[in-house]
């Protein structure tokens, strides 16, 4: 069982940056292949960032390459979304997920646990 707790959401102007934290309880964190996903008011949650095991292989959305950076710290069981030149569709609920996987995936039912999210909203 893991459980993730969300941290680090805001408002912020557009071209500024946010850094999530997630948290995670359980001795087995590094085991678990870690996601960000979003979802803005009446959309879909979307899948962001990704992130393996141990940190050697990443994956992101096309709307977020070079401006997102995921990472991770182990041995703080917490994994990390930095997020540069915000724009104002970047406004979203942000979740964090865990999900017992070798390589990063993107679709959402690859994931078991979930956050509660924590909001970033990017005015313009």
């Known amino acids: 069982q893991v459980q993730l707790v969300e941290s680090g959401g805001g408002l912020v102007q557009a071209g500024g940056s946010l850094r999530l934290s997630c948290a995670a309880s359980g001795r087995t964190f590094s085991s678990y292949t870690m996601g960000w996903f979003r979802q803005a008011p009446g959309k879909e949650r979307e899948f962001v960032a990704a992130?393996?095991?141990?940190?050697?292989?990443?994956a992101y959305a096309d709307s977020v390459k070079g401006r997102f950076t995921i990472s991770r710290d182990n041995g703080k069981n917490t994994v990390y979304l930095q997020m540069n030149s915000l724009k104002p569709e970047d406004t979203a609920v942000y979740y964090c997920a865990a999900g017992l996987r070798a390589i990063p995936r993107s679709a959402s039912t690859e994931y078991e646990y979930w956050g509660q999210g924590t909001q970033v909203t990017v005015s313009s």
């Open positions: 992130i393996s095991w141990r940190g050697g292989v990443t």
